[in-house]
T-cell receptor
Framework: DAKTTQPNSMESNEEEPVHLPCNHS???????IHWYRQLPSQGPEYVIH???SNVNNRMASLAIAEDRKSSTLILHRATLRDAAVYYC??????????????FGDGTTLTVKP | NAGVTQTPKFRILKIGQSMTLQCTQD?????MYWYRQDPGMGLKLIYY???????DKGEVPNGYNVSRSTTEDFPLRLELAAPSQTSVYFC?????????????FGPGTRLTVL
């Protein structure tokens, strides 16, 4: 199964942009890139996903490299509420692959006021 | 919709005791999952189900059992609790149709085995 690699931790100042990287060099052609985040004492929540093109939503942007071997989650203006663990996972885009997505240890984002 | 609900929120067990962690979803999702999260670590998949009557093992199934008699419910059973099972347990569900399969998580059950 394709795995992802993320830095253990990152720091940002409040109201500055944050770029959270993820490497997935063994990604297959049908794998979607998903990002989740886990606020303290809560379950993970969906942030964004993409396949090949860059994606934007109200929470964040996702930039995907042309070869799809890496991606970057972009928080345009970090707030204190964005302090969380961010997980990048590959979700095999097919019903028969349930249970194949694995969460690593993620990146712990600290936002300084 | 309540989404994914889990009970209890907290529980302390003695070594050798048994218990069932409850998970219910009201989104008519086909797929359901159980994860455990040890302190400072990521999530590890224990068991998952792609529909009523169908379950399969994840990465760390030893010491646990599951059943899926209805679409809504996916209980996790711990038999003979051990200190190594001290963890936070998350249940999740996903639609299980099409190519995008976003998982929705419950609030978790914090279990301590002494």
């Amino acid at each position: 199964d394709a795995k992802t690699t993320q830095p253990n931790s990152m720091e940002s100042n409040e109201e500055e942009p944050v770029h959270l990287p993820c490497n997935h060099s063994t990604i297959s052609g049908t794998d979607y890139i998903h990002w989740y985040r886990q606020l303290p004492s809560q379950g993970p929540e969906y942030v964004i996903h993409g396949l090949t093109s860059n994606v934007n939503n109200r929470m964040a942007s996702l930039a995907i490299a042309e070869d799809r071997k890496s991606s970057t989650l972009i928080l345009h203006r970090a707030t204190l509420r964005d302090a969380a663990v961010y997980y990048c996972i590959l979700s095999a885009g097919h019903n028969t692959n349930a249970g194949k997505s694995t969460f690593g240890d993620g990146t712990t984002l600290t936002v300084k006021p | 919709n309540a989404g994914v609900t889990q009970t209890p929120k907290f529980r302390i067990l003695k070594i050798g005791q048994s218990m069932t962690l409850q998970c219910t979803q009201d989104m008519n999702h086909n797929y359901m999952y159980w994860y455990r999260q040890d302190p400072g670590m990521g999530l590890k998949l224990i068991y998952y189900s792609v529909g009523a009557g169908i379950t399969d093992k994840g990465e760390v199934p030893n010491g646990y059992n599951v059943s899926r008699s209805t679409t809504e419910d996916f209980p996790l059973r711990l038999e003979l609790a051990a200190p190594s099972q001290t963890s936070v347990y998350f249940c999740a569900s996903s639609l299980g149709q099409g190519e995008i399969d976003t998982q929705y998580f419950g609030p978790g059950t914090r279990l301590t085995v002494l």
